[in-house]
């Protein structure tokens, strides 16, 4: 979990001591746990050095964080999650690229994002809301993209608020989980307010320990 104050980011000061230390004694609070994950999901060696309870005390790390999000406001929409998820890309010193075209797909299909560092790529699909009917969509981009790039790891960005579809038992949980052991699907999610973005990263390995 990575709280990203704006990419230029607004002193930690603001929040209250005991926030601080409930936040840093969670996995992947810090920047450079963050920085490291965010590499390592192209080094299989690495991502199998996080055990298990590491994971499962990650994940009771989102479900509270997604009990903290103000359920009244709308779902984040789709230009909005890309700004934040190019924002943390860039705070991890990848190199972004906004609604990318390549040269070797059809000209009218275009990534929501694609980050660069070296030779490794990732690939982001934006999706908002994700519902039984937009899982044929992310299924669609997910095959195009690994069939002309077999090497790139491609993340789904979405709202926080879409967490409990996806840890909740049901064809949705299962779509995002068949996806992570074919295709090494990950997940970004984010949440924004007036005083902060924060984006977490969920690596596909993660999805099915």
């Given at each position: 979990m990575y709280r990203n104050w704006g990419w230029r980011a607004i002193n930690y000061q603001i929040c209250n001591k005991s926030s601080l230390e409930d936040r840093e004694s969670d996995p992947f609070s810090t920047y450079q746990e963050n920085k490291l994950l965010l590499n390592s999901i192209f080094m299989k060696e690495k991502m199998s050095r996080y055990s298990k309870q590491v994971i499962d005390k990650y994940f009771k790390s989102l479900l509270r964080a997604h009990k903290r999000v103000e359920f009244a406001r709308d779902l984040l929409e789709l230009s909005m999650i890309q700004d934040i998820v190019a924002d943390y890309l860039m705070d991890m010193q990848w190199h972004v690229k906004y609604d990318v075209s390549n040269p070797d797909f059809d000209?009218?299909?275009?990534?929501?994002?694609?980050?660069?560092?070296?030779?490794?790529?990732?690939?982001?699909?934006?999706?908002?809301?994700?519902?039984?009917?937009?899982?044929?969509?992310?299924?669609?981009?997910?095959?195009?993209?690994?069939?002309?790039?077999?090497?790139?790891?491609?993340?789904?960005a979405t709202d926080i608020q879409e967490l409990p579809y996806i840890l909740q038992k049901g064809a949705l949980s299962d779509f995002i989980i068949d996806m992570a052991k074919k295709y090494k699907l990950g997940i970004l999610l984010v949440d924004k307010n007036l005083e902060y973005q924060e984006t977490w990263l969920v690596p596909s390995e993660f999805l099915y320990a």
């Open positions: 000209p009218q299909y275009r990534f929501d994002l694609v980050a660069r560092k070296e030779k490794r790529v990732i690939t982001v699909l934006i999706q908002p809301e994700i519902t039984r009917q937009s899982t044929l969509e992310i299924q669609k981009d997910i095959f195009s993209v690994k069939k002309e790039m077999p090497s790139t790891r491609v993340l789904l």
